[in-house]
């Protein structure tokens, strides 16, 4: 049976239409503008994470102690910043292994300042403030007006640098005196061997000062002024954390209480 050329026709437009990448749209004239159908581009991923700065401990650490030295004016006191950072960061971690039992109180001898200027700080941990400031003798072996040399050793008369617990009071040559526990092996902990204590002398304060170019010196103890000594010990005994400081390279470096 013969198909018409009319039907023929319009089969082939069909078949055209569906298989043509192109598709015309009339504009009112005998021209048609081709439309061409582009493929679906893919999604671009979008990173919806917030990047997370973290510090590490010891920038956390070092900016505690920025705070705290600042807002307790510690600078017009003239305890160094790095003498109050230290001191900051084995108090906590002594305080954090149990050595420590009264955490509310931080004493420091800042022996990198001169035995005239007044060294010895006091420090009330949770109100954030000074409560004592005054002298405070070197061993006579550690030097003159500045304290450069320290020992461990038994009949050095030298101090002894780094961390100490307080312990009990008792009356001894200086009247009344408080017994201190060396915390760092090798470093202080031949304290009790050498009595090494907490105790007033009339050769630490003003009245020795305005007659001597410098305080005087003691056996290896951190002796204060004896007017003072018996509200500094009621403030420091039973379990406070003692630091003595100086910038002694060796001793940073082997501290285990600063490194462990």
Known sequence: ???????????VLLCFLAVS???SSGTGSDEKTPVVVSAPRAAVP???STAVVTRSAAEMLAAEARDLYGSMNLKKFGLSIKAFEYALKGY????????????????????????RRKRFYVIDMAKKKVLINTWVAHGRNSGGEYARSFSNSPESHKSSLGFYVTGNTYYGSHGLALKIEGLEKNINDKADERNIVIHGSNYVGASF????????????????????TGKIIQKIKDGTCLFIYHP???????????NG
Do not use: W
């Not at 049976?1 to 089969?11: A, I, T, Y």
């Open 1 to 11: 049976m013969k198909r018409s050329h009319k039907s023929m026709s319009f089969g």
């Open 21 to 23: 990448p192109v598709v």
């Open 46 to 48: 979008v990173n919806t």
């Open 92 to 115: 906590k971690n002594l305080v954090e292994r149990g050595k420590v039992v009264k955490d509310q109180v931080l004493s420091i001898c800042d022996f990198s300042q001169s035995s």
């Open 209 to 228: 000062l305005s007659r001597s170019p410098f305080n005087g010196r003691s056996y290896g103890c951190p002796a204060l002024p004896q007017q003072e």
């Open 248 to 258: 002694t390279k060796s001793y940073i470096q082997k501290s285990k209480v600063l």
